[in-house]
């Protein structure tokens, strides 16, 4: 089963694969599995997890990659699923955008809300300078080590790297057009607070509207809306707008499949199944009347699916669905999980 996303309901799916002895591997484009919940709000709490009254995104992705463990999916990531196409047999070649092909009876695109394409400020050459000195979102910290780095934004994703970049950078600018920020209370106190110690200069009521260097970032100017302040100019050595992701299908738009409102249309009545056959679709990805876009429902799709994916997958081979209470888990790298089983003695 080749599933496309790596976000909870990619990675729950290979369990519930797991349990009907299929084989599943995975693609994302983001550089780790879990998604948005990796990608975007790693240390946010979620509150709707089935008995966990509260659990951070980030170790509910561990938790995942942990429960999946036994079942050995492979991986494909910093990849994005580029074109799909059925061969003769019937099976599907999807192929990434690095040329990477891989070949399944089955597809499952548990993509979320899609691919995420950073929402970018208006300066006219920022291009020139992605990935030498403009960066959309922070993956390792210790890029920034003894630099010079200026902030943009007024989330909690501005406000916490400004305040986590203290400890690492040489210099932190927070930038914000806003002096209200819209983030937590506590980051937004910290902040305040570390900017009266001088270790984040911050620069609100203005915005970061050009960008100079040669090869590589060397300063930004940053426009005030008080027309009377003069514009600043700052020697950086790196500048990171953090103004959200923008979440778009991406090619999988152009793969022949219903799209309603950038989601995919499918039989929720059934099988989750696309309005192509052997393609199915889980998570927030997909639409259908009484959608509801939770983890928990992802969750739900996937156990369904996976059942009728693998009448698909084995033709006119019965499967008896057992509860893992009384089959327990047996995974492929020969790993079993069972309850133990009760001994029941005769009294003479």
């Given at each position: 089963m080749l599933i496309i996303g790596a976000g909870p309901t990619g990675l729950f799916t290979v369990f519930e694969a797991g349990l009907l002895k299929l084989k599943t591997h995975l693609i994302d484009a983001l550089p780790q599995p879990g998604g948005q919940c990796s990608e975007i709000y790693p240390k946010k709490p979620i509150y709707d997890i089935p008995a966990f009254p509260e659990i951070l995104a980030g170790t509910l992705v561990d938790n995942l990659m942990e429960q999946i463990?036994?079942?050995?999916?492979?991986?494909?990531?910093?990849?994005?699923?580029e074109t799909l196409d059925k061969?003769?047999?019937?099976?599907?070649?999807?192929?990434?955008?690095?040329?990477?092909k891989h070949n399944a009876p089955v597809v499952v695109i548990a993509g979320g809300l899609g691919s995420f394409e950073p929402r970018k400020p208006p300066i006219s050459n920022i291009v020139n300078f992605e990935d030498t000195g403009v960066s959309y979102m922070i993956k390792d910290p210790e890029v920034y080590r003894d630099k010079k780095v200026v902030i943009a934004g007024g989330g909690d994703s501005a406000l916490d790297w400004a305040i986590f970049l203290t400890d690492v950078a040489s210099e932190v600018t927070l930038v914000h057009r806003r002096d209200e920020f819209r983030g937590a209370l506590d980051s937004v106190e910290k902040a305040a607070e570390l900017a009266k110690l001088?270790?984040?200069?911050?620069?609100?009521?203005?915005?970061?509207?050009?960008?100079?260097?040669?090869?590589?970032?060397?300063?930004?100017?940053?426009?005030?809306?008080?027309?009377?302040k003069e514009d600043t100019y700052l020697e950086v050595d790196n500048f990171i707008p953090l103004f959200g992701l923008s979440p778009k299908l991406g090619p999988i738009g152009d793969w022949g499949l219903d799209i309603h409102k950038n989601a995919i249309k499918v039989n929720n009545a059934k099988d989750y199944q696309t309005n192509i056959p052997g393609v199915y679709a889980i998570g927030d990805v997909n639409t259908y009347e009484g959608k509801l876009k939770l983890i928990l429902s992802g969750f739900h799709e996937a156990a369904v699916m996976c059942q009728y994916a693998y009448q698909q997958i084995n033709p006119g081979k019965r499967y008896v669905m057992k509860y893992t209470?009384?089959?327990?888990v047996e995974g492929f790298d020969g790993s079993k999980k069972e309850a133990k089983k009760e001994v029941v003695q005769s009294i003479a």
């Amino acid at each position: 089963m080749l599933i496309i996303g790596a976000g909870p309901t990619g990675l729950f799916t290979v369990f519930e694969a797991g349990l009907l002895k299929l084989k599943t591997h995975l693609i994302d484009a983001l550089p780790q599995p879990g998604g948005q919940c990796s990608e975007i709000y790693p240390k946010k709490p979620i509150y709707d997890i089935p008995a966990f009254p509260e659990i951070l995104a980030g170790t509910l992705v561990d938790n995942l990659m942990e429960q999946i463990k036994p079942f050995e999916p492979g991986f494909t990531l910093g990849e994005r699923a580029e074109t799909l196409d059925k061969l003769e047999d019937g099976s599907f070649v999807v192929t990434t955008n690095k040329g990477t092909k891989h070949n399944a009876p089955v597809v499952v695109i548990a993509g979320g809300l899609g691919s995420f394409e950073p929402r970018k400020p208006p300066i006219s050459n920022i291009v020139n300078f992605e990935d030498t000195g403009v960066s959309y979102m922070i993956k390792d910290p210790e890029v920034y080590r003894d630099k010079k780095v200026v902030i943009a934004g007024g989330g909690d994703s501005a406000l916490d790297w400004a305040i986590f970049l203290t400890d690492v950078a040489s210099e932190v600018t927070l930038v914000h057009r806003r002096d209200e920020f819209r983030g937590a209370l506590d980051s937004v106190e910290k902040a305040a607070e570390l900017a009266k110690l001088g270790k984040i200069k911050l620069i609100t009521k203005a915005e970061v509207k050009e960008l100079h260097g040669k090869d590589n970032l060397e300063a930004v100017v940053i426009k005030h809306t008080d027309k009377e302040k003069e514009d600043t100019y700052l020697e950086v050595d790196n500048f990171i707008p953090l103004f959200g992701l923008s979440p778009k299908l991406g090619p999988i738009g152009d793969w022949g499949l219903d799209i309603h409102k950038n989601a995919i249309k499918v039989n929720n009545a059934k099988d989750y199944q696309t309005n192509i056959p052997g393609v199915y679709a889980i998570g927030d990805v997909n639409t259908y009347e009484g959608k509801l876009k939770l983890i928990l429902s992802g969750f739900h799709e996937a156990a369904v699916m996976c059942q009728y994916a693998y009448q698909q997958i084995n033709p006119g081979k019965r499967y008896v669905m057992k509860y893992t209470t009384v089959g327990g888990v047996e995974g492929f790298d020969g790993s079993k999980k069972e309850a133990k089983k009760e001994v029941v003695q005769s009294i003479a």
